[in-house]
């Protein structure tokens, strides 16, 4: 069985600042992660994702993550974060397929507030 | 180029009552599943669907039910509502294999009174 703990329920931080969301996961087998967005009353928007290769992970507007196997964690930052960057963020994990498919398991969401 | 279509996007029903939320998707994903959202607990798998004739059960399976006729259709049945049923769903699909990434609709509100 796969899990997502995402250790911050909410992060306040000002417009311009860096931001760090974290997550953890377990996992038994090999593992794609993702990072997905969700602005309010919208639907679920991805952000990034790793599936192989380099550890360091660009997505959209300015968001990066960093996949650390021996940490089991796959932190989502980015260097200067704007008003728009306020939204809801979720940290899914999903198995190499095999018997289940590639199931998507999210983790609990961290809700990110930008302040002027 | 419609994506992942869900209706309806809100709905009130009473304690007791049937719906189907609807779900439809355009872009011959093999892979369809239906979430629901709650405050501080993420998305949780309702059910899923591999093709057309095969589905299973996720993590929070009771009081639903799906089928899956079609390759483009997975519609969601609540079969007699309870408030514990009060949610935001959520459809997604992709294609098997390669794991590019879900497509998601963008929500169905239920409220269950």
């Known amino acids: 069985a796969q899990s997502v703990t995402q250790l911050d329920s909410q992060v306040p931080v000002f417009e311009e600042a860096p931001v760090e969301l974290r997550c953890n996961y377990s996992?038994?087998?090999?593992?794609?992660l993702f990072w997905y967005v969700q602005y309010p009353n919208q639907g679920l928007q991805l952000l990034l994702k790793?599936?192989?290769?380099?550890?360091l992970v660009k997505g959209i507007n300015g968001f990066e993550a960093e996949f650390n196997k021996s940490q089991t964690s796959f932190h989502l930052r980015k260097p200067s974060v704007h008003i728009s960057d306020t939204a809801e963020y979720f940290c899914?994990?999903?198995?190499?397929?095999?018997?289940?498919?590639?199931?998507?398991?999210f983790g609990q969401g961290t809700i990110l507030t930008v302040h002027p | 180029n419609a994506g992942v279509t869900q209706t309806p996007k809100f709905q009130v029903l009473k304690t007791g009552q049937s719906m189907t939320l609807q779900c439809a998707q355009d872009?011959?994903?093999?892979?369809m599943s239906w979430y629901r959202q709650d405050p501080g607990m993420g998305l949780r798998l309702i059910h899923y669907?591999?093709?057309?004739?095969?589905?299973d059960q996720g993590e929070v399976p009771n009081g639903y039910n799906v089928s899956r006729s079609t390759t483009e259709d997975f519609p969601l049945r609540l079969l007699s509502a309870a408030p514990s049923q009060t949610s935001v769903y959520f459809c997604?699909?992709?294609?098997?294999?390669?794991?590019?990434?879900?497509?998601f609709g963008s929500g169905t509100r239920l409220t269950v009174v």
């Open positions: 997604a699909s992709r294609k098997t294999g390669g794991n590019y990434g879900y497509t």
């Open positions: 996992s038994s087998v090999s593992v794609y």
């Open positions: 790793y599936l192989s290769g380099s550890t």
């Open positions: 899914a994990v999903s198995d190499d397929g095999g018997t289940s498919y590639g199931k998507l398991t």
């Open positions: 872009m011959n994903h093999e892979y």
């Open positions: 669907s591999v093709g057309a004739g095969i589905t």
